[in-house]
Structure formats: structure tokens, C-alpha cells
């Protein structure tokens, strides 16, 4: 059995933050705990504009605190976000989201990711194997 709390995750190497500032990712459950998918807390600050992209991971998003815009880039569709709303990128799309209100959200990630990813030019994370 595993417990973590997010603040022993505070301040460690599972504590990332964006080049720019714009979000924060806690990864609570990661590739190396061997479960088949990570978890995260990811807060997003209020007025900002992130881009990303999935190519290698199926990411579901639930939103428990904060309002914004979710836009996917590759359909030319706008969402609107609120705590209780859940989005899945199953698709691989290409998306963008703009918080009006900070955002807090919980994230899973399948295949897992090691937390050694770094968002490349276009907003992707490379497909790091843990080995077994």
C-alpha cells in the first residue's frame, strides 16, 4: 500500500513547476511506483494561456476548484470548465486551457509518466519507459 500527502510531496523533485509560472503539478503516484497509470494535482494560475499536447498519454482531467475555458485545437471546439467537470484526451488532441479562476485539477496519465518529462516546443511530453 502507498500514502502520500501532498505535503511531503512540497518542495521535492515531485513538486514541478512551469518554465513560466503558469502551473504547479504534484505528482502524487508516478511510473516508478508500478501501478500502470500516474496521478497528479495540477493547479493552473488565473489569466494564463498553457498549450499542450498528449501525443504519447491518454490524460483525464477533473476539475475541483476554478473556472475557465477548455479549447480543442484540433476541432475548433470551446468548453466551458467548473468544479465537476471532467475532460478526457483520448484523442491525443491538441488543447489549450485558460483559467478565469485558478485552477486546481486531478490528473491520470496512461501510460504512466516517470516525472522526468519536460513539456517539449509544442507542448509535448516524450514517452519515457521505467524499466522493469
Not at 63 to 87: A, F, H, I, K, R
Not at 112 to 129: A, F, K, M, Q, S
Request: charged share 25%.
Amino acid at each position: 500500500m502507498i500514502v502520500r500527502t501532498t505535503e511531503e510531496i512540497t518542495g521535492t523533485d515531485r513538486d514541478v513547476t512551469s518554465e513560466d509560472g503558469n502551473w504547479t503539478s504534484k505528482r502524487i503516484v508516478l511510473a516508478g511506483d508500478k501501478v500502470g497509470f500516474s496521478f497528479h494535482e495540477t493547479t493552473i494560475q488565473a489569466g494564463t494561456v498553457n498549450e499542450f499536447h498528449y501525443a504519447n498519454h491518454i490524460e483525464a482531467v477533473w476539475l475541483v476548484e476554478g473556472e475557465g475555458t477548455l479549447q480543442d485545437l484540433d476541432n475548433d471546439v470551446e468548453y466551458e470548465l467548473g468544479p465537476g467537470s471532467m475532460y478526457l484526451l483520448n484523442g491525443h488532441e491538441r488543447h489549450r486551457v485558460l483559467p478565469r479562476t485558478k485552477m486546481r485539477m486531478l490528473c491520470v496519465f496512461n501510460p504512466p509518466v516517470t516525472g522526468r518529462e519536460v513539456h517539449d516546443e509544442n507542448g509535448v511530453y516524450p514517452l519515457i519507459e521505467e524499466p522493469a
